[in-house]
């Protein structure tokens, strides 16, 4: 969806201020601010750094789950499957790069799924593995059939998802159907644990019921939306402190809340992130996961919405316990702005649109910020109103007294570990509203993160990002760098193209939250 040029001329900080006016919306491409046209100098900048990565890593780590980006050495943090090869997967295919593209073809079927010697994350193989090679397996079939070089691998991608799926769905033969996300392989058994986290059993119902769609066999999806319908209505009612926000530990015996602690934050995240994109996934299927998003949408924006008492201007979300408000975020939760201004665009309603803005705004702040650039793993601040003997939430140490008169905010964890949420967020920015200012503010962050993480075989995670070249490194480069981190630097100065946010007004791709793009199974809204 598209504003006419004149509702754009019109300052955002204007519209928020204008009590929410409803705003009457076009879909037509007509009314379309920028026509999401290439910048080929940044595209290929960035395709340039997704290239040297990949050399990197093929070079050092190839078939291990990630390079260690100082030593070239690697790591298996994920169960030694080649997390970065699969994860790099989908991005190799909308950059169009077909040598990379071949050779993690070739290399997917003869991962060995039914093999580990070590403990086993249902969440994060089902995001960066089982994502990985869905959206492989729906690009290669769909629009980018014609990098599909061999017919008999990329049915073998699917293959090797169903055999994965087959081997974690044990995970979800619990008492209440709530899986458990510690597991182990040979035999298969659980780690233990009575709970479930938030995000963890709420982020498997897109990959799971997408499985279950492509491969005709449902026990995928029903077990996914079995362990999900704990979620959507949660026990006990103390949990849900307001409508649509609950807590973040599920009993894994009887599918009840423990408590009533959360936000948009890690640990909770990308459960909300799921509710509207079920939605996008399948609006006549996922009607309920809307609704549920939207009662949380509605809770945030009257209840977390925050601004601190030094840039009052600015936005952030709180968190919360029960109903006592706690003024920290992070960087992970900055991926809010863009399940806001998601949630806007499907919808078509402007206040979430307004408000997700509001937080792209803030999480730029993080960057604008520092010495480097890039913003913090997390940090706090306080209000006009926070009792300065709160303990929930201390005033900001002294030596960041005046860092927090500048900047609206303090800093808790000063590293970065080459996540991609605020990018991730200007890249819905810019395709909702056609704005160029989102444009230069990724390319600022890709930027920055070029020169101060960039080692001699990949990137590295920064120490310090508001040290001088970011304080050093650690000797770490997740595969999520390739999946997320310049995938959405890319798309967001690549052509238009179907697997983009709004392309031609609608969604023909949903993204996990590992940044894969999947077919929707619905009419595209
Ligand atoms: C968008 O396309 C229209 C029609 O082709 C053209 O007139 C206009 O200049 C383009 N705008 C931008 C920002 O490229
Ligand atoms: C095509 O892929 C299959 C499955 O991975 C493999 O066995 C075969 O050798 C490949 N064919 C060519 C020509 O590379
Ligand atoms: C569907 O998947 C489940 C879970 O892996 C499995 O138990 C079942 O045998 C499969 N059904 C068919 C028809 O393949
Ligand atoms: C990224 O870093 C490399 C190596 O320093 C450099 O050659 C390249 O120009 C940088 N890209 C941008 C856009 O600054």
């Known amino acids: ?46 395709k340039e750094a997704f290239t040297f990565a990949w050399d990197g890593y093929h070079k050092y780590a190839m078939g291990h789950d990630e390079l260690h980006p100082v030593s070239n050495g690697y790591g298996d943090s994920r169960n030694g499957w080649g997390a970065s090869a699969v994860d790099a997967f989908s991005t190799a295919l909308v950059m169009q790069i077909p ?15 039914d093999e580990t010697a070590d ?24 629009p980018l059939s014609n990098l599909a070089s061999n017919a008999t691998a990329v049915e073998a991608i699917l293959a090797q998802a169903e055999r994965l799926g087959s081997n974690l769905a044990f995970a979800f033969d619990t008492e209440s159907g709530v899986p458990t996300n510690s597991l182990y392989f040979n035999p298969s058994r659980t780690g233990g644990g009575t709970t479930n986290g938030l995000a963890t059993t709420g982020t498997l119902v897109l990959e799971w019921t997408r499985l279950g769609d492509l491969t005709g066999n449902k026990t995928f999806s029903k077990l996914s939306q079995k362990g999900e319908s704990y979620l959507l209505a949660p026990k006990p009612a103390s949990s849900e402190p307001w409508p649509g926000l609950v807590g973040m530990n599920i009993n894994i015996k009887t599918g009840q809340f423990e408590d009533a602690f959360g936000g948009w934050v890690g640990g909770a995240d990308s459960f909300y992130e799921y509710l509207i994109k079920m939605y996008v996934y399948d609006t006549t ?27 009052p201007e600015l936005t952030f979300m709180a968190m919360y316990d029960g109903k006592k408000l706690i003024y920290q975020s992070q960087h992970l939760a900055c991926f809010d702005g863009g399940s806001f201004i998601l949630g806007g665009l499907v919808l078509k309603e402007q206040k ?30 306080v209000t006009k109103d926070t009792d300065p003997k709160d303990s929930r939430n201390p005033q900001p140490p002294a030596d960041q007294a005046d860092f927090f008169a500048k900047s609206g905010f303090f800093i808790t964890d000063s590293s970065y570990v080459l996540r991609p949420e605020v990018i991730e967020s200007f890249y819905y920015a810019y395709r909702a509203t056609g704005d160029q200012k989102y444009r230069d503010w990724a390319w600022n962050a890709f930027v920055a993160i070029n020169s101060t993480a960039r080692t001699g075989s990949g990137f590295a995670e920064l120490k310090n990002v508001n040290a001088p070249k970011g304080g050093g490194f650690n000797d770490f480069q997740d595969s999520f760098l390739f999946a997320e981190v310049l995938k959405y630097s890319y798309l967001i100065h690549s052509p238009d ?19 894969h793009p999947f077919k929707v199974a619905g009419p595209p809204i």
């Open 99 to 113: 040598e990379i593209v071949d050779t993690i073809l070739e290399y997917i079927p003869t991962i060995n799924f």
């Open 352 to 381: 979430y649109i307004d408000f997700g803005i509001a937080l792209v705004d803030g999480c730029e702040d993080t960057y604008s910020s520092t010495v480097t650039g890039i913003g913090p793993e997390s940090f706090r601040w």
């Open 497 to 515: 193209n179907v697997w983009q946010v709004e392309h031609n007004g609608v969604n023909q791709f949903v993204f996990n939250t590992e940044a």
């Open 1 to 46: 969806m598209y504003f006419s040029q004149s509702i754009l001329a019109v300052p955002v900080l204007a519209l928020l201020a204008s009590n929410v006016v409803a705003i009457p919306h076009r879909r037509d491409t007509q009314s379309r601010p920028d026509n999401h046209t290439l910048n080929r100098e940044r595209a290929d900048a960035v």
């Open 119 to 142: 403990e086993i994350s249902l969440f994060e193989t089902t995001i960066r593995y089982l994502g990985g090679l869905l959206s492989g397996y729906d690009l290669l079939k769909g």
């Open 285 to 311: 299927r996922f009607e309920s996961y809307k609704d549920r998003w939207v009662a949380a949408a509605d809770s945030s924006i009257a209840q977390l919405a925050s601004h601190p008492s030094s840039r």
